[in-house]
């Protein structure tokens, strides 16, 4: 991301418990922190796809899921490349 000047609010969402990454087209969810690991999930198109993975096993995770399922990056950051 920092590499692709790319926005961390784009792409990375934190969960306070409101619920509210349905209407999300893609984005990776955090959730958790304190005394646990924070861990994540990877919302496309309004659908978790994945739940209770790490954060950095989440990004890697999603740019699988982009290449398997062909879909487009989102407008919002291909703007940065």
Same mark, same amino acid.
């Given at each position: ?48 796809? @994945? ?9 890697? @995770? ?20």
């Amino acid at each position: 991301m920092l590499f692709l000047r790319e926005k961390e609010e784009e792409l990375l969402k934190e969960d306070y418990g409101e619920g509210n990454s349905m209407d999300e087209l893609m984005k990776i969810v955090t959730m958790g922190g304190g005394s646990d690991p924070a861990r994540a999930k990877i919302v496309l198109e309004g659908t978790e796809v @994945l739940t209770d993975v790490d954060i950095p096993r989440a990004c890697a @995770l999603l740019m699988g899921l982009i290449y398997a399922l062909n879909l487009s990056y989102p407008k919002q950051l291909q703007k940065y490349i």
